[in-house]
C-alpha cells in the first residue's frame, strides 16, 4: 500500500514538474522570439545582442551551408535561408528550429525521475539526436526537394523524430 503510494506521488510529481518545465521553456522560446521581432512590443537591445533565435537560426544554416561546401556543391545563403545551385534549398522560418520538441524533450529529460547525471547525460544525448537530425533535414531538403512532388517534409521529419525519441526514452526509463 505505502509503495503504491509513494508510486503515485513520483508519477503525479512528475507530471507536474513536466508540465510547468514545458510550458515555462514553450512559452519562453514563444515570448522571445515575440519580443525580438519589430511590431508590437519590441525590445531592440535583446534582437541586436541577446537573440539566441537568430543565433540558432544562423547556425544551422551556417553548419548546412558547410557540409554542402564539403561535398562539393555551390551553396548561396542569407540570413533565413540557403539555397545550393542547380538544387533546392529552404527557408528557414520559426517553426523550422525545432523548439517545440526540444521544449519537450528537454521537460521529460530533467522530470524524470532518476539522478541528475542520468537527466543531464540523457538530455544532451536527446538535445545532440535533435539537433542533428535537423540539420541532416535540411541538407536533405536543399539537395532533393521539389514543390512539384507534394508530401509535407514536417509531419514526415517530425514522426521520424518522435519515434526515434520515443525508442531512446523506453530504453533510457527502463535502464
Known amino acids: ?11 503525479a510529481r512528475f507530471s507536474i514538474s513536466f508540465l510547468i518545465l514545458f510550458l515555462t521553456f514553450y512559452g ?33 544554416i551556417a553548419a548546412a551551408a558547410k557540409i554542402l561546401e564539403l561535398m562539393g556543391y ?44 542520468s537527466r543531464l547525460k540523457f538530455l544532451f544525448i536527446g538535445l545532440s539526436l535533435i539537433l542533428t537530425l535537423n540539420l541532416c533535414r535540411l541538407i536533405l531538403l536543399s539537395l532533393f526537394y521539389n514543390p512539384q512532388i507534394t508530401f509535407n517534409h514536417h509531419e514526415i521529419f517530425n514522426t521520424g523524430l518522435y519515434a526515434a525519441i520515443i525508442l531512446m526514452s523506453y530504453k533510457w526509463v527502463n535502464s
Request: net charge positive.
Open 28 to 60: 519562453f522560446n514563444i515570448a522571445y522570439i515575440g519580443i525580438t521581432s519589430p511590431g508590437g512590443l519590441y525590445f531592440s537591445f535583446l534582437d541586436q545582442h541577446l537573440n539566441y533565435i537568430e543565433l540558432w537560426r544562423n547556425l544551422y
Open 74 to 117: 555551390v551553396v548561396y545563403t542569407t540570413d533565413v535561408s540557403l539555397k545550393v545551385q542547380g538544387h533546392s534549398g529552404f527557408r528557414l522560418v520559426y517553426s523550422c528550429l525545432g523548439y517545440g520538441i526540444i521544449s519537450c524533450f528537454s521537460a521529460f529529460a530533467l522530470s524524470f525521475p532518476k539522478s541528475l547525471r
Open 1 to 11: 500500500m505505502l509503495k503504491a503510494r509513494k508510486h503515485m506521488q513520483d508519477g
